[in-house]
């Protein structure tokens, strides 16, 4: 299996999928989603920056689906350069993908050995290893904080620092195991998982567009139609929650203005939040922390 889809019914429900419509798959990954759409009657348009997704979803899944290599925050441009205008829905499953967690050879986990890599998109030339050998000490423990919430942040990165002045730094497991004689034990939680977490966000710019790609996708949705977007972290819910905070809201003036003068209206109605069910965390572990919010377009 290249990679399990999350809240996929939850998701294709939230969507009110109709049939001959158009929706947006913005991050393909295995093609769970697409899939399910198309199986409710729905085409799908797909966008992912990784070659290896839409290779294996161009080999699996059937049905009335166009692919686009790229990333989210340029799907508008992405969606106009190929005639499309608007969209009755969209899908947004952010975070990194089960294939590339299990595949040594990308470099993401701190379970297998490989290359410190963590290319979404392959073709790009920063890698994780310039990251870890490249940065400056304190630029280090400050993606560490922002991107990981890694409260050794500065312990981490000395020993890393220090590690690399020896010789550079160039496997996962190399590194896991440098960040595991760093830190105090933990009752929870590899003691890794945080530093992997930030650099991956930082090798990727997973953040940095995000609440653009929100907001742009969102306007290409027709009235009626639904934007469900699902994290993995504290980070990019936040993101995608103001995002949505903001189409609910009328007014978005300072609170110390006596009247209104942005002139702002609500575009949209937030429809709620999802967990993973019980069931569906005990199947698949990596869904614990996976949260499905859904913003309807008035």
């Known amino acids: 299996m290249y990679h399990v889809s999350i809240l996929k019914s939850d998701v294709i429900d939230a969507l009110e999928v109709e049939r001959g419509k158009l929706y947006l798959d913005a991050t393909l990954g295995?093609?769970?989603?697409?899939?399910?759409?198309?199986?409710?009657?729905?085409?799908?348009v797909a966008i992912d920056r990784d070659d290896d997704a839409i290779n294996y979803c161009k080999a699996h899944v059937t049905g009335d689906i166009t692919?686009?290599?790229?990333?989210?925050?340029?799907a508008v441009k992405?969606?106009?350069?190929?005639?499309?205008?608007?969209?009755?829905?969209?899908?947004?499953?952010?975070?990194?993908?089960s294939h590339q967690l299990d595949d040594?050879?990308?470099g993401f986990s701190y379970m297998h050995d490989g290359a410190l890599d963590m290319r979404m998109d392959k073709t790009q030339s920063f890698s994780a290893y310039d990251v870890v050998n490249g940065y400056g000490e304190e630029r280090l423990a400050d993606i560490l904080r922002r991107y990981g919430e890694e409260s050794f942040a500065k312990r981490i990165a000395s020993a890393i620092v220090r590690e690399r002045g020896k010789k550079p730094i160039e496997r996962t497991c190399e590194l896991a195991e440098l960040i595991r004689s760093s830190v105090p034990y933990r009752k929870s939680g590899h003691p890794a998982k945080k530093t992997f977490q930030a650099i991956r966000i930082e090798v990727n710019g997973e953040l940095k567009g995000l609440?653009?790609?929100?907001?742009?996708?969102?306007?290409?949705?027709?009235k009626g139609g639904r934007l469900a977007v699902i994290t993995f972290h504290s980070l990019e819910d936040r993101i995608v929650k103001a995002a949505f905070n903001e189409f609910a809201t009328d007014c978005i003036c300072p609170k110390q203005l006596p009247v209104c003068v942005c002139n702002h209206r609500a575009i949209g109605k937030t429809i709620g939040k999802i967990k993973p069910s019980e069931q569906e965390q005990s199947d698949n572990p990596r869904s614990t922390s996976?949260?499905?919010r859904i913003s309807e377009k008035l």
Request: include cysteine.
């Open 78 to 97: 992405l969606l106009e350069s190929r005639g499309i205008t608007s969209i009755s829905g969209a899908v947004m499953d952010l975070g990194v993908s």
């Open 67 to 74: 692919y686009i290599k790229g990333q989210y925050e340029n």
């Open 30 to 44: 295995g093609g769970g989603h697409s899939q399910a759409i198309i199986d409710a009657g729905g085409s799908v």
């Open 290 to 292: 996976a949260m499905l």
């Open 104 to 106: 040594p050879t990308r």
């Open 211 to 222: 609440y653009d790609a929100v907001c742009g996708i969102f306007g290409m949705i027709e």
